[in-house]
C-alpha cells in the first residue's frame, strides 16, 4: 500500500564601537566613535552554485541548492533537467507552515482528487541532517513518509513558510530536540521565521534567494479539505546562472 507522502514539519551583524582618546601633553584630540559592521561569518554548510528557477503561476521562485546537501543536490538537478516537475501542482499548501510539490500523478490529476502519494515506486535519498542547516522562511526541503531512517522522497518537496519563533520557543525546541542554535539561527527564526520543530527530522537541501512574497501568496491561496489549492498553481522549473 502506497504511503502518503507528508511531513509534519540575518544576518547576525556585531557592531563595535572603537573610541580613540589621544592625550598629549599640549592638546587633547579626540576622535569621534566609530562604528564598524561586521557581517556574520558566510554558512559554509549553505553555500552552494546551482540555482533553480521556479516559475509558477503566481510568480517565480528562484532557489539555491546546498553543496554540503550532495545526494539531494544532485537528484534535484537530474529531475530539474529532465523536465519531470513541468506541469506539476503545489498539491498540499498550508498557511503559517509550508508549500508542497513534486507528486508526478498532480499533473493529471483532476479537480479535487486528493494527492500525495506520489513518487513512492521510486528509490529514496538517505537522510542529509545538518544542524548547522535550519527550517528558515524559504527552505527548501525533502517530504517524506514514516519509514524509520528518516530517508526522503525522491521527488517530493516543501518549502517552508512557517512563523516567527520567540527566544522561549526556540529555548524550549532546543530542549526538546538536543540541539543547539547558533546565536545567527536564533535570529533568523525571531525575525523571517519557520517551523524550527523539524530540525534535524527533514533534510534542507536548498534555500530561496529570490520570490519569499511568491511563497506567501501560494500559501494564502483557499484550499479544499486536503489542503489543495481551488485553483492548481502549475510549476516549471530550469537551471539558471
Same mark, same amino acid.
Given at each position: ?23 598629549? &601633553?599640549?592638546?587633547?584630540?579626540? *576622535? ?20 533553480? *528557477? ?18 539531494? @543536490? ?17 498539491? @498540499? ?11 508526478? #500523478? ?17 528509490? @529514496? ?10 527550517? &528558515? ?7 517524506? $513518509? ?53 530540525? #534535524? $527530522? ?25 489542503? @489543495? ?6 510549476? &516549471? #522549473?530550469?537551471?539558471?546562472?
Amino acid at each position: 500500500m502506497k504511503t502518503k507522502i507528508l511531513m509534519f514539519g540575518f544576518l547576525l551583524m556585531t557592531i563595535f564601537s572603537l573610541n580613540g582618546i589621544a592625550q598629549q &601633553k599640549t592638546a587633547i584630540s579626540s *576622535k569621534t566613535p566609530t562604528a564598524k559592521v561586521v557581517a556574520a561569518k558566510p554558512n559554509p554548510y549553505t553555500a552552494g552554485k546551482t540555482k533553480v *528557477k521556479i516559475t509558477t503561476s503566481v510568480g517565480t521562485i528562484i532557489i539555491k541548492l546546498y553543496d554540503s546537501t550532495p545526494q539531494h @543536490r544532485d537528484n534535484f538537478i537530474k529531475l530539474v533537467k529532465a523536465g519531470f516537475y513541468d506541469s506539476l501542482l503545489f498539491h @498540499r499548501v498550508i498557511q503559517g507552515f509550508m508549500i508542497q510539490g513534486g507528486d508526478p #500523478m498532480s499533473k493529471t490529476a483532476v479537480a479535487g482528487a486528493m494527492l500525495g502519494m506520489g513518487g513512492g515506486d521510486m528509490e @529514496r535519498i538517505p537522510a542529509e541532517f545538518n544542524k548547522n542547516i535550519i527550517h &528558515k522562511k524559504g527552505a527548501l526541503c525533502a517530504a517524506r $513518509d514514516g519509514n524509520p531512517t528518516k530517508a526522503s522522497s525522491a521527488c517530493q518537496f516543501y518549502i517552508v513558510q512557517g512563523k516567527v519563533s520567540n527566544e522561549g520557543e526556540l529555548f524550549n525546541m532546543e530542549q526538546s530536540k538536543g540541539i543547539t542554535y547558533s546565536a545567527e539561527q536564533k535570529n533568523q527564526y525571531k525575525t523571517i521565521g519557520g517551523t524550527p520543530f523539524l530540525d #534535524m $527530522d527533514y533534510t534542507v537541501f536548498g534555500e530561496t534567494i529570490s520570490g519569499l512574497q511568491v511563497i506567501d501568496k501560494i500559501a494564502a491561496m483557499k484550499t479544499d479539505g486536503n489542503n @489543495r489549492p481551488l485553483v492548481n498553481v502549475i510549476m &516549471k #522549473m530550469e537551471i539558471v546562472k
